[in-house]
Nanobody, 127 residues
Framework: QLQLVESGGGLVQDGGSLRLSCAAS????????MGWFRQAPGKDRELVAA????????YYADSVKGRFTILRDNAKNTVYLQMSILKPEDTAVYYC????????????????????WGQGTQVTVSS
């Protein structure tokens, strides 16, 4: 069992930056693949970025490549999403999630493969 708590969301202007954090409590955090998802009103939840258990391998959605960075600190049981050059279309509730398939060492990119979810944090980018 893993519990996830996101923080760091808020209101930022177009072009600004934010860093989201996701603190995990539970056993064996370093065995999980981690991901950041977002869901805007009226839209499906989408994977924004994912990272494997060691942090060596990552995935980014095309819409955020070059602007967002996913990092993890296994010693602190925390995964981060550094967001820069934010755009109004980045406005959404952001969720972190953990995948048991991470034990395989892979970057997990399928939503259905994520087992644990945080409650979400709102990010609003004003134009």
């Amino acid at each position: 069992q893993l519990q996830l708590v996101e923080s760091g969301g808020g209101l930022v202007q177009d072009g600004g930056s934010l860093r989201l954090s996701c603190a995990a409590s539970g056993r064996s955090f370093s065995s999980y693949g981690m991901g950041w998802f977002r869901q805007a009103p009226g839209k499906d939840r989408e994977l924004v970025a994912a990272i494997n258990y060691s942090g060596e391998n990552t995935y980014y959605a095309d819409s955020v490549k070059g602007r967002f960075t996913i990092l993890r600190d296994n010693a602190k049981n925390t995964v981060y999403l550094q967001m820069s050059i934010l755009k109004p279309e980045d406005t959404a509730v952001y969720y972190c999630a953990a995948s048991l398939r991470g034990i395989l060492g892979i970057v997990v990119v399928t939503t259905a493969d994520y087992n644990y979810w945080g409650q979400g944090t709102q990010v609003t980018v004003s134009s």
